[in-house]
């Protein structure tokens, strides 16, 4: 319809105003060189010739390396998964066997029981949050986050969604538990009213695990008040746990930056820290009641381009996603890439890469930490990450962030100014430092002129 119409020579004079009125003006203005660009960084014009240390993502040989990954788990979908199921619409949770596979990958690494009932395919964590506050809010509706938080998601929960933000103060264990409830029982006069398809009249949005940025997790007592609070005051609580995949050895937990030389399947990797949504299972005493959802992907530990996730929760929180028109009109998300998943996981072709992911990242992390070690000045606080992709710098006094933002660029170093996490404003003082997308090398020199830099501005 689109191309008759622009066929037609009288509306052809008209194609640019037209274009114009419906949005189209930077498609207009795009250069070829622009339509060329292939990834979200170059799009967004992220990237830097030296340390991009301000990039969340698996690094260019970890994705690399999915080629082979992708080859094998094609092969074997192709030859073992009927036509039917592969290319037709698939199961509204998501395709069943991914999900079997998936719940068994799960509770291996999580070290608790994750059952195939509770899980949901996505499209990665950006699309999860969508579905969940597409189907359970509206403007105007409030959600607590974190303060720090990942910066986009604030972005998505006030701008796309037209939700209220309210702040909650953290502190180096994460969310401050009694300033959460007293900020819920200030705004609870404005929450909405529960009925039988949206029973939430709030949302929390929290990372409990590796927090972004600053890589924090959440402790028990702190994950039982959340979820008491919650259930209290039928608030959904998106948990983000898109890094729970990634913890790091207790040698580097306890001080070692040393290069690790050991077979990833033989170092000692404790599993993370109990998800939130363990504790809310533990307080349903049985029912079917929830007010957690666990929202992750495999982006930081596969492919980011896969697309593929998932959801875990209660029937009280995934049912009403279940029979959503959008889920009966498409079928479940990703569902093709979903079958390939089921492979990766049945192989134990993402095992294997999981435990390459892990010691490449650790010991990335830990070149860093021997930069920072050595070349930071004693007045910059941070510690070294229990796992993650995150280290959360926090400046001298006097020391001016945005100052030190723009002399790393001229550097070419790239950087995530901690104003960014903050709707508040918070945070001017900190940076937050990614390690994953770099090799040591480049590591190790970014922190050495990090250190340098500083000091000239003390």
Known sequence: MIAAFFRNPANRSNSVSLLHQFGFRRLLQSSTTEMDKTTLFQEVDILVSGANLGIGSPGPKELAACTQLFS????????????????????????????????????KHYGDVVRPEDLMANGGASQGLAMLTSLYFSTGDIVFVEDASYFLALTYLKNDVGMKVVSVPTD??????????????????????????????????????????????????????????????????????????????????????????????EERVDPSPLRLYHYDRLLNEGTSMGNVVSNSTFSKVLAPGARLGWLEGSKHVLDPLRGSAFLQSGGGVQHFVSCLGEQLLAHGIQERHLA???????????????????????????????????IWLRLPAGVDGMQLKKAALKENISLTHGEAFSLEGKFANHFRVCYTYEDEDVLERAGETLGKLIKSMM
């Open 72 to 107: 094998e788990a094609t092969k074997y979908g192709m030859e073992n998964t009927s036509a039917t199921t592969l290319f037709s619409y698939g199961p509204r949770s998501g395709h069943t066997g991914y999900r079997k596979e998936l719940a068994t990958f799960l509770s």
């Open 172 to 265: 180096e264990g994460g969310i401050v538990t009694s300033e959460f409830e007293r900020l819920v029982a200030e705004n609870a006069a404005h929450f909405k009213t529960v009925t039988s398809s949206k029973p939430f009249r709030a949302m929390l949005y929290t990372i409990a695990t590796y927090q972004n940025p600053t890589g924090c997790s959440l402790g028990r007592d702190r994950c039982m008040e959340i979820v008491r609070i919650a259930k209290a005051n039928d608030l959904l609580v998106v948990s983000e746990d898109v890094y729970n995949l990634l913890p790091f050895s207790k040698s580097f937990q306890d001080g070692d930056f040393s290069h690790s030389t050991v077979p990833a399947s």
């Open 356 to 390: 390459m992911c892990r010691q490449t990242f650790e010991n990335r992390a830990k070149a860093l930490c021997r930069a920072f070690r050595e070349h930071l000045p004693a007045e910059v606080v941070w510690r070294p990450p229990a796992g993650g992709y995150f």
